[in-house]
């Protein structure tokens, strides 16, 4: 048995299942990503860790489990990572997106449940995925119905912690959050038996910005009108942040700027100057969901920001730094993680048209796609608001629902071409 196969055994791991998952995703990988031409070079580290994405990681998690340190498996951007870091625990991102894991969740939820949790919940039952297995506790919060029911179900299986997200911004609310992160303190600080003080929070708050500064500047150099990356590789970056080591992150994300900035001095785009600049908003698109970026960008299209939480949302603000209590802490974790995250889950929400409208003009975009999975109950209603909003000023968008399967793609491919068309005619 080789080493990556011993590891999943001792996981616990259904390995002929694994095996057929194992068996197509370098195919579909390979039909993503390495057909792209005049790829950046720094984009070899995130190959590397594509490539070997259920053996390296996995490995170097397992050994920090052996050297005493607890891995805490988080579904949302709402949980703040800090926290986890403070109490020198490793954060590892579990959403599902791949249809490989739906029919699996599926024998214990409804099956008109969104494709993200019952991925995410099959992964885990199904036993198919190392880091649903290596986790010692999974982190929740009461976003959508779907996964508070769903959270329920995984906690017969996984020790659980769910974080009460209030779902409006009101000043009880903010209170409540800032409580709910401290009560996360001690439930960090109970796990992995390590206390939790304000210059260790202080200093995850510093990891974790740096991380942060490094996504924004990654974006930024899609800002300009010669755009040095695509973005089926930024969406890739953005899903290995959710599971990667930050400080190494950090600086394979920086080194890939300096590249990319040189890029743009010398003037050398990935896309034609008049490929429509594409901006996607929506919900997350969990690792390998990389379905509606490789629709656009081979039919015309370049996808120059996404505004969803393996998007913007995910680094968008810094916490400020430096607090002097842990009180003043959890309010500057507030601030970042409630205030200025703009989610379907609140009520009302119209901060987050506000945040398409601004990203719309700062990434110079020509077009909106508005991509939701089917059965998000709360992104669909959203977007008569989004929608009518982002035409009333001026914008051409075109919204569409689909989930991880293929049979929709060439649909998917038409309605696309066709609004890539209008907007070159247009424009
Ligand atoms: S869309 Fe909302 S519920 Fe889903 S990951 Fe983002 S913040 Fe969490
Ligand atoms: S996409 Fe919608 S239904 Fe699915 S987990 Fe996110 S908020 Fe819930």
Redesign the pocket.
């Known amino acids: 048995m080789d080493k990556n196969h011993q590891m999943w055994s001792d996981l616990g791991m259904d390995l002929d299942k694994h095996d057929l998952l194992c068996a197509a995703l370098p195919g579909a990988y390979g039909d993503v990503f390495l057909t792209q031409e005049n790829r950046p070079q720094g984009m070899d580290y995130f190959n590397m860790v594509a490539a070997d994405i259920h053996g390296i990681r996995p490995a170097e998690l397992i050994q920090a489990q052996k050297e005493g340190r607890k891995v805490i498996g988080t579904?949302c951007v709402f949980v703040p990572d800090e926290v986890i870091i403070a109490a020198n625990g490793i954060v590892t991102g579990l959403c599902g997106g791949s249809q490989f894991w739906v029919p699996e969740g599926e024998k214990v939820l409804p099956a008109n449940?969104?494709?993200?949790?019952k991925a995410s919940v099959g992964a885990r039952l199904g036993r198919t995925c190392p880091y649903f297995r290596i986790a010692d506790m999974f982190v929740g919060e009461t976003?959508?119905d779907?996964?508070k029911k769903a959270y329920e179900i995984l906690s017969e299986d996984v020790k659980m912690h769910i974080m009460h997200l209030p779902h409006g911004k009101r000043p009880q609310d903010i209170a409540a959050w800032d409580k709910e992160i401290l009560d996360f303190v001690k439930v960090m600080e109970d796990f992995s038996g390590n206390k939790i003080d304000i210059d260790k929070l202080n200093q995850a708050i510093h990891i974790v910005n740096e991380k942060r500064k490094a996504l924004q500047r990654l974006y930024n150099c899609r800002k300009n009108s010669c755009v040095p990356i695509s973005g089926r590789d930024v969406l890739l970056i953005m899903q290995i942040a959710f599971f990667d080591d930050p400080e190494r992150l950090t600086a394979q994300v920086n080194s890939l700027c300096e590249e990319l900035e040189k890029r743009i001095k010398e003037d050398v785009s990935i896309a034609p100057k008049n490929a429509p600049r594409i901006l996607i908003t929506g919900?997350?698109m969990a690792v390998p969901n990389w379905k509606m970026h490789n629709i656009v960008e081979t039919s015309g299209g370049i996808v120059v920001c996404e505004e969803n939480c393996t998007g913007t949302r995910y680094f968008t603000n810094t916490v400020k730094e430096n607090n002097k209590t842990m009180e003043e802490a959890a309010s500057a974790l507030t601030e970042r993680y409630f205030n200025n995250i703009h989610?379907?889950?609140f009520t009302p929400n119209p901060e987050r048209i506000d945040d398409i409208l601004r990203l719309a003009k700062e990434y110079q975009v020509d077009g909106i796609l508005n991509v939701?999975?089917k059965?998000?109950?709360?992104?669909a209603t959203e977007n008569y608001f989004v929608e009518r909003r982002l035409k009333e000023e001026g914008y051409k968008v075109l919204s569409l629902e689909t989930d991880y399967e293929d049979s929709d793609a060439e649909q998917l491919r038409t309605r696309v071409s066709a609004f890539l068309e209008m907007i070159e005619a247009n424009k």
């Not at 449940?113 to 949790?117: E, K, M, Q, R, S």
């Not at 059965?375 to 992104?379: A, G, S, T």
């Open positions: 579904f449940t969104c494709p993200l949790i976003t959508c779907g996964k919900t997350p989610c379907a889950c939701n999975l059965f998000c109950n709360l992104y």
